[in-house]
Protein backbone atom coordinates (compact mmCIF):
# COMPACT_ATOMS: atom_id res chain seq x y z
CA UNK A 1 0.00 0.00 0.00
CA UNK A 2 1.84 3.26 -0.72
CA UNK A 3 0.44 6.97 0.11
CA UNK A 4 1.12 9.92 -2.11
CA UNK A 5 0.59 13.01 -0.01
CA UNK A 6 0.97 16.79 -1.20
CA UNK A 7 -0.68 20.47 -0.45
CA UNK A 8 2.24 21.38 2.18
CA UNK A 9 3.83 24.48 2.42
CA UNK A 10 4.78 28.16 3.40
CA UNK A 11 1.62 30.08 4.53
CA UNK A 12 1.21 33.46 6.44
CA UNK A 13 -0.97 33.38 9.81
CA UNK A 14 -4.38 33.40 9.47
CA UNK A 15 -3.94 31.95 6.00
CA UNK A 16 -5.04 28.43 4.31
CA UNK A 17 -4.08 25.43 2.67
CA UNK A 18 -5.58 22.10 1.58
CA UNK A 19 -3.59 18.77 2.80
CA UNK A 20 -4.58 15.59 0.21
CA UNK A 21 -3.85 11.92 0.31
CA UNK A 22 -4.27 9.01 -1.78
CA UNK A 23 -3.80 5.72 -0.89
CA UNK A 24 -3.04 2.94 -3.88
CA UNK A 25 -2.25 -0.74 -3.69
CA UNK A 26 -3.73 -4.12 -2.93
CA UNK A 27 -6.36 -4.10 -0.03
CA UNK A 28 -9.46 -5.45 0.47
CA UNK A 29 -10.98 -1.95 1.86
CA UNK A 30 -9.81 1.06 3.80
CA UNK A 31 -11.87 1.46 7.18
CA UNK A 32 -10.12 4.59 8.71
CA UNK A 33 -7.83 7.84 6.82
CA UNK A 34 -5.99 9.86 8.65
CA UNK A 35 -3.81 12.94 9.20
CA UNK A 36 -0.99 13.52 11.92
CA UNK A 37 1.48 15.73 12.37
CA UNK A 38 5.13 16.22 14.23
CA UNK A 39 6.40 19.67 15.29
CA UNK A 40 10.35 19.76 15.64
CA UNK A 41 10.92 18.17 19.34
CA UNK A 42 7.55 17.43 19.80
CA UNK A 43 6.02 13.71 19.62
CA UNK A 44 3.96 12.93 16.29
CA UNK A 45 0.15 13.96 17.50
CA UNK A 46 -3.05 13.34 15.87
CA UNK A 47 -5.03 15.87 13.77
CA UNK A 48 -7.60 14.26 12.85
CA UNK A 49 -9.23 10.91 11.20
CA UNK A 50 -12.02 9.88 9.19
CA UNK A 51 -13.65 6.29 8.28
CA UNK A 52 -15.13 5.22 5.19
CA UNK A 53 -18.40 5.73 6.76
CA UNK A 54 -17.85 9.57 7.85
CA UNK A 55 -17.19 9.24 10.86
CA UNK A 56 -14.76 12.25 12.08
CA UNK A 57 -11.89 12.85 15.15
CA UNK A 58 -10.35 15.69 15.86
CA UNK A 59 -7.58 17.43 17.84
CA UNK A 60 -9.19 19.94 20.06
CA UNK A 61 -6.40 22.08 19.40
CA UNK A 62 -7.73 22.61 15.14
CA UNK A 63 -11.35 21.95 15.78
CA UNK A 64 -13.20 24.85 13.86
CA UNK A 65 -10.31 25.52 12.19
CA UNK A 66 -9.61 21.94 10.15
CA UNK A 67 -11.78 19.91 7.85
CA UNK A 68 -11.14 16.48 7.13
CA UNK A 69 -13.37 14.71 4.58
CA UNK A 70 -12.82 11.88 2.31
CA UNK A 71 -13.29 10.52 -1.25
CA UNK A 72 -14.33 6.58 -0.85
CA UNK A 73 -13.88 6.20 -4.96
CA UNK A 74 -10.55 8.02 -4.99
CA UNK A 75 -8.89 6.34 -2.08
CA UNK A 76 -7.93 9.64 -1.26
CA UNK A 77 -8.32 12.38 2.04
CA UNK A 78 -7.98 15.63 2.22
CA UNK A 79 -7.46 18.08 5.04
CA UNK A 80 -8.95 21.54 4.77
CA UNK A 81 -6.95 23.86 7.19
CA UNK A 82 -7.82 27.58 7.35
CA UNK A 83 -6.92 29.80 10.10
CA UNK A 84 -3.34 28.87 9.90
CA UNK A 85 -1.58 29.72 13.35
CA UNK A 86 2.06 29.01 13.78
CA UNK A 87 1.77 26.38 16.21
CA UNK A 88 0.06 24.15 13.27
CA UNK A 89 3.95 24.27 12.08
CA UNK A 90 4.92 20.77 11.87
CA UNK A 91 5.51 17.87 9.23
CA UNK A 92 2.42 16.17 8.21
CA UNK A 93 1.56 12.64 7.72
CA UNK A 94 -1.03 10.33 6.13
CA UNK A 95 -2.00 7.43 7.27
CA UNK A 96 -4.37 4.79 6.31
CA UNK A 97 -5.94 1.93 8.28
CA UNK A 98 -6.47 -1.17 5.76
CA UNK A 99 -7.94 -4.56 5.79
CA UNK A 100 -6.06 -6.74 3.62
CA UNK A 101 -7.55 -9.45 1.74
CA UNK A 102 -5.68 -12.25 4.08
CA UNK A 103 -8.68 -9.87 6.54
CA UNK A 104 -5.57 -8.67 8.60
CA UNK A 105 -5.62 -4.85 9.17
CA UNK A 106 -2.50 -3.14 8.86
CA UNK A 107 -1.47 0.33 9.16
CA UNK A 108 0.69 2.55 6.75
CA UNK A 109 2.45 5.97 7.15
CA UNK A 110 2.91 8.59 4.11
CA UNK A 111 6.10 10.58 3.74
CA UNK A 112 5.18 13.34 5.07
CA UNK A 113 4.61 17.05 3.75
CA UNK A 114 5.64 20.14 5.72
CA UNK A 115 3.17 23.12 6.79
CA UNK A 116 4.71 26.12 8.09
CA UNK A 117 2.86 28.82 8.99
CA UNK A 118 5.14 32.11 9.67
CA UNK A 119 5.00 35.81 8.84
Known amino acids: VQLQASGGGLVQPGGSLRLSCAAS????????MGWYRQAPGKQRELVAT???????LYADSVKGRFTISINNAKNTVYLQMNSLKPEDTAVYFC??????????????WGQGTLVTVSS
Open 95 to 108: NVRVTMFSYEENSY
Open 25 to 32: GSFFSINT
Open 50 to 56: ITTGVST
